[in-house]
């Protein structure tokens, strides 16, 4: 069985930092893409950024110049460094992970972890 495991998540104030990570734990060959996307009350679920096995970054543009994704391949992990936090970064984050095992490739999501970030 393949699980996602996050955290990091808390309560900031704007302006400030945290760091999310996420492991990858279970019978698997390789793992592909991994990102994070995130969802606020009442709003759809959107990307936040993404990374390639290459280490190749995409970022949505309101994130663009704060946030930092990256990825530790020996370790199945995947980060997600937020600096300059704002008020309308505030949602729950989630990790989302494509994985090739024996049998079927697996698109898989993280449980969540909630981030609050205050005036």
């Known amino acids: 069985q393949v699980q996602l495991v996050e955290s990091g998540g808390g309560l900031v104030q704007a302006g400030g930092s945290l760091r999310l990570s996420c492991v990858v734990s279970?019978?698997?060959?390789?793992?592909?893409?991994m990102g994070w996307y995130r969802q606020a009350p009442g709003k759809q679920r959107e990307l936040v950024a993404s990374i390639t096995t290459g280490s190749r970054a995409n970022y949505a543009d309101s994130v663009k110049g704060r946030f930092t994704i990256s990825r530790d391949n020996a370790k199945n992990t995947v980060y997600l460094q937020m600096n300059s936090l704002k008020v309308e970064d505030t949602a729950v984050y989630y990790c989302?992970?494509?994985?090739?095992?024996?049998?079927?490739?697996?698109?898989?999501w993280g449980q969540g972890t909630q981030v609050t970030v205050s005036s």
């Open positions: 989302n992970v494509h994985v090739f095992r024996e049998g079927p490739d697996l698109w898989l």
């Open positions: 279970g019978s698997i060959f390789s793992i592909n893409v």
